[in-house]
């Protein structure tokens, strides 16, 4: 009979060591096996708490999508005022906290985007994703934009954000997470500008 409390500590281990497999291996080559190894548990107790590898790489990425909330929430909380600005601002340092631009994260986050094009679960779980980040985005551009410009800006940052990350990702070399968000908040200032015309 296992011991009570142990399913948020066993699954939490889990996890880890899913991040730690595709680190190491990839997701193709990050094999129950190889990830029961790691863990130091049974490749049956993966299938008892998520099923299937898929089961386990949604529970893995559902745990970096919360580490990106903390860290957006975190960054909130820390800003100087309670401005668009400054929420935008924490929105973008969210996306490239330290849990976000690790190896292990980061490599989860490219086979998850992979294979989100190919199973029903994983494609809803990015949709989740995308609109969250859009619509959080919308909201604040919302309150110094009008509508349509707000729209266009939130889509702007989205995909600068997506595409600083990715482009970092894919260099091979270390990730300039300064540099990342320098060039983010000179998109924000730029968008931002537009009410001063």
Known sequence: MPKVGMQPIRRQQLIQA????????GLNDASIALIARIAGVSGG????????KNGLLEATM???MMALGDAVSRRRAAQPDNS??????????GNFDASQIN??????WLAFWA?????????????????RLYSNLCHEFRLVLDS???????????????????????SGESFD????????????????SKTDS
């Open 177 to 192: 997470a300064p540099q990342a968000m320098q060039v983010a908040f000179d998109y924000i200032d730029q968008q931002l």
């Open 62 to 64: 559902r745990h970096l």
């Open 115 to 131: 294979s989100s094009m190919h199973h029903p679960q994983l494609r809803r779980l990015q949709r989740v994703n995308k609109h």
């Open 148 to 170: 349509s410009t707000a729209r266009s800006a939130a889509l702007g940052l989205a995909a600068l954000i997506d595409g600083l990350w990715l482009r970092s990702v894919l």
């Open 103 to 108: 190896t292990p994260a980061t490599k989860t």
């Open 84 to 93: 668009p600005r400054s929420r935008l601002r924490a929105v973008i340092e």
């Open 18 to 25: 899913t991040l730690e497999a595709v680190d190491q291996v």
């Open 45 to 52: 107790i993966i299938s008892h708490y998520f099923k299937d």
